[in-house]
């Protein structure tokens, strides 16, 4: 298993600014996702942040809006660009890969308000 | 596409009382089914797991058997109890090294 701790945990932000959410895994993964929880919604998939390249992003998501970084094989960041109250979610990191069956662990989540 | 169709909550069960929830998959191939399980104001967790057709899939009570003919995965509890209130989340992966795709939720609510 993997434990994967994210920060901030939550935080208000106001129209237009951005916001870094980092994640840090415990152990080394494969993969690494970014996932959108919107209010009393499923999870959405951002993108999967690639070690030492750019991310992949799913439809809908841009990385104008959404930039990625994965400098190494435990820690990347997602930044929430140009906030709109829109972007108002909780915003979850996962890891997994090599040594799974497929299942991803997930951090607590980065609850973001935008004002 | 790769999707997962969950039945749609929320369910409100009296304790000890028999659960399903009804969780259907389309996909090429053979992709895991993963049960995963939110508790109030905690991560996602993931609850149990089946890799191939006829797996059952069990972990604290819950069970659920990967239906290739039916293309289903549904989770069953025999007796639920008050701890077991929660959203679950039905979901897909297609490998070691895929992403997972989520079902909608199903918010179960247990009363005592």
């Known amino acids: 298993s993997a434990v994967i701790s994210q920060k901030p945990s939550r935080d208000i932000c106001q129209r237009g600014t951005s916001l870094t959410i980092q994640c840090q895994v415990d152990s080394q993964v494969t993969m690494m996702f970014w996932y959108r929880q919107q209010p009393g919604q499923s999870l959405t998939l951002i993108a999967t942040?690639?070690?030492?390249?750019?991310?992949?992003?799913e439809s809908g998501f841009v990385i104008d809006k959404f930039p990625i970084s994965r400098p190494n094989l435990t820690f990347s960041t997602l930044t929430v660009s140009n906030m709109s109250p829109e972007d108002s979610s909780i915003y979850l990191c996962?890891?997994?890969?090599?040594?799974?069956?497929?299942?991803?662990?997930f951090g607590e989540g980065s609850r973001l308000t935008v004002l | 596409g790769n999707s997962v169709t969950q039945m749609e909550g929320p369910v409100t069960l009296s304790e000890e009382a028999f659960l399903t929830i009804n969780c259907t998959y389309t996909a090429t191939g053979y992709p895991s089914l993963f049960w995963y399980v939110q508790y109030p104001g905690e991560g996602l967790q993931l609850l149990l797991k089946?890799?191939?057709?006829?797996d059952k899939g069990s972990n604290k009570g819950f069970e659920a058997t990967y239906r290739k003919e039916t293309t289903s995965f549904h989770l069953e509890k025999g007796s639920v109890q008050v701890s077991d209130s929660a959203v679950y989340f039905c979901a897909l992966a297609h490998s070691s090294a895929s992403k997972i795709i989520f079902g909608s939720g199903t918010r179960l609510s247990i009363r005592p």
């Open positions: 089946a890799t191939k057709a006829d």
């Open positions: 942040a690639n070690q030492g390249s750019e991310a992949t992003y």
């Open positions: 996962s890891a997994g890969g090599q040594g799974t069956t497929g299942e991803l662990f």
